[in-house]
């Protein structure tokens, strides 16, 4: 027994000799093709000291070791935070990123040199410490030493063994020759907080907020800095670049607007590719710029929010209300590192509960009471009678501000201003909020690897993102972005194009039908089943031999005034 473990230890010795000197010839190694590492890593940059110099080595060395013994040891460690660790602790804290997403119009483009003073503003919690470390050396060095005034680093009550890992950071940090404030939260107060508080006690000109698990790219600032050179109510955020180190492929958001319908559900479009700034009714979240002046004149984010979720969403409603405008600037990239998942804890809360939460507080905040009960209503029904006394104190400070800076607007008026495309659940984009067949809703239904239709039994929320809704620009449509489309042999949702073509659905108000006028076809109803297809009205049989009720009737509910149109 006592030679067995004598093995045993000196199989375990041999393995950490061998990685530790891995680790340490690791520099030596080719890069990945996507990234090639700054050839200064190894400099000493001009907001570290001697001992920042130092100890950013000696952690260098231990990340690289640990993210080896990681790989070695155990798989588990490359989904505990959803990111691929061994792989991202392998990389230099110092490096420079030489995939270019821009278009290329940026790099002729000019900016005047701004005086502002920035204030990065960045919270975390149990964050890989690989990650936080180029997060904050990526940020500083690509922000001129004139234009850079401080760091605000909250540590949100961090508790998992990545912690002792995260003191390391925070002992490193404290020895920059540039101002940093850390603060740790001894009980987890989730993301909105933390960054309501570090925008709070920023004094630089503009505060820059940004996520943990990010880094920037050279001459990433200016752009931003001129938007809000122009108007100083201006939200401006950089593009996402993202970068998933589990498939190593990347990702982009480039020409891409966020909006949200009136239940606050995302819906993304398109706009034109471009270098030039271009308007967004709000923004991903992770990575935005204002100055002090505007964030404290609308009171930062909304009082009440707790944990995360939905405050990118307030910010834009916010913004808008009160005369600001958001931008995306595609000549400012981050890269966002994406995790294989979405982070569901954020210490022991869980997402759906202030998700809902946040929901109200913006509705009943920010929106008319005809929107806010309609929400309710139809999406959320008795959860109003859920929300106590502390609810209602955040939503009456909430309308103050707004009634302060007069800020008198609803969510019709932001929908037609910035997102005329997405669907309003009311006259201007809908013709019928439900569709029904022989009783029962049509729904879409995930089977057989795609989007079918089905017939279900009606949901007692009338507003479900899976009923299928027929919509003024001529399709059935159903969730965010997806359409009926007839070019299949099965009757199959895909994504809207919005081109009409094989995705122009008519309702005939007379006969009951949905039909395809351009194929002579109908929406049709296989006999004992709930499952549609398509089919001539005058058979009862398809090209496949396929029986179904040729005489399916169909009624829509919500705006039947509206139905007898002509085709397009």
Wanted: hydrophobic fraction near 35%; include cysteine; glycine fraction near 6%.
């Amino acid at each position: 027994m006592r030679t067995r473990d004598a093995y045993t230890l000196f199989f375990v010795g041999v393995l950490t000799i061998v990685l530790f000197w891995e680790t340490r010839f690791y520099l030596h190694l080719s890069p990945p093709t996507y990234f090639r590492v700054n050839r200064c890593q190894n400099c000493k940059l001009y907001f570290e000291s001697d001992t920042t110099y130092i100890e950013r080595q000696k952690l260098q060395e231990m990340i690289k070791f640990g993210g080896r013994v990681k790989q070695f040891a155990n798989k588990e460690y490359m989904k505990r935070e959803g990111y691929n660790e061994s792989f991202l602790d392998s990389l230099p804290i110092v490096r420079k990123i030489e995939e270019d997403f821009q278009p290329p119009e940026c790099k002729i483009k000019s900016y005047s040199r701004s005086k502002k003073k920035v204030s990065v503003v960045m919270n975390y919690h149990n964050e890989l410490p690989s990650l936080l470390l180029r997060s904050i050396y990526s940020v500083i060095n690509n922000i001129p030493p004139e234009n850079f005034y401080e760091l605000i680093l909250i540590d949100d009550a961090s508790n998992l063994t990545v912690f002792f890992d995260l003191k390391r950071v925070e002992v490193l940090v404290k020895t920059f020759l540039v101002p940093v404030h850390h603060i740790r939260f001894e009980e987890n107060r989730g993301l909105i907080y933390s960054r309501r508080y570090g925008c709070q006690i920023a004094s630089g000109d503009v505060v820059l907020v940004l996520d943990s698990h990010v880094e920037v790219k050279e001459g990433f600032l200016e752009p931003m800095l001129d938007e809000l050179e122009k108007d100083y109510r201006t939200v401006a955020a950089p593009v996402f670049d993202f970068w998933d180190t589990y498939n190593m492929k990347f990702w982009s958001y480039d020409g891409v607007s966020l909006g949200f319908d009136v239940y606050l559900a995302w819906n993304l479009f398109k706009s034109a590719k471009t270098a030039e700034a271009y308007t967004t009714p709000a923004i991903m979240g992770g990575a935005f710029m204002a100055t002090k002046a505007f964030l404290s004149s609308i009171d930062y984010f909304g009082k009440g929010m707790v944990g995360w979720g939905n405050e990118n969403i307030e910010l834009g409603v916010k913004t808008w209300f009160c005369g600001g405008k958001l931008v995306y600037v595609p000549c400012s990239r981050v890269l966002h590192f994406a995790a294989f998942r979405s982070p569901l804890n954020h210490g022991d809360r869980l997402k759906a509960p202030f998700y809902h939460y946040n929901h109200h507080i913006i509705m009943q905040s920010y929106f008319t009471e005809e929107e806010y009960h309609e929400f309710t209503k139809l999406s959320d029904p008795g959860y109003e009678k859920m929300l106590g006394e502390d609810f209602r104190l955040s939503v009456q400070q909430n309308r103050q501000t707004i009634m302060n800076n007069k800020c008198f607007k609803n969510y019709t008026w932001l929908r037609r201003k910035t997102m005329p495309q997405v669907e309003s659940y009311d006259g201007d984009t809908l013709i019928a909020h439900t569709v029904l067949a022989d009783g029962k809703c049509v729904e879409g239904e995930w089977l057989n690897q795609a989007w079918m239709l089905v017939g279900k039994v009606c949901p007692e929320v009338k507003a479900q993102l899976f009923t299928a809704r027929l919509t003024k620009t001529y399709e059935l449509r159903f969730a965010e972005a997806k359409c009926l489309d007839w070019g299949y042999d099965q009757a199959m949702f895909v994504d809207c194009h919005h081109l009409q073509g094989n995705q122009i659905t008519l309702y005939d108000s007379n006969l009951k039908r949905i039909v395809d006028i351009k194929r002579e076809k109908c929406l049709v109803r296989y006999n004992n089943t709930n499952e549609f297809g398509f089919g001539r009205c005058d058979s009862t049989r398809n090209e496949k031999g396929e029986y179904y009720i040729p005489q399916t009737t169909f009624k829509v509910v919500y705006h039947p005034e509206l139905l007898n149109r002509s085709p397009p």
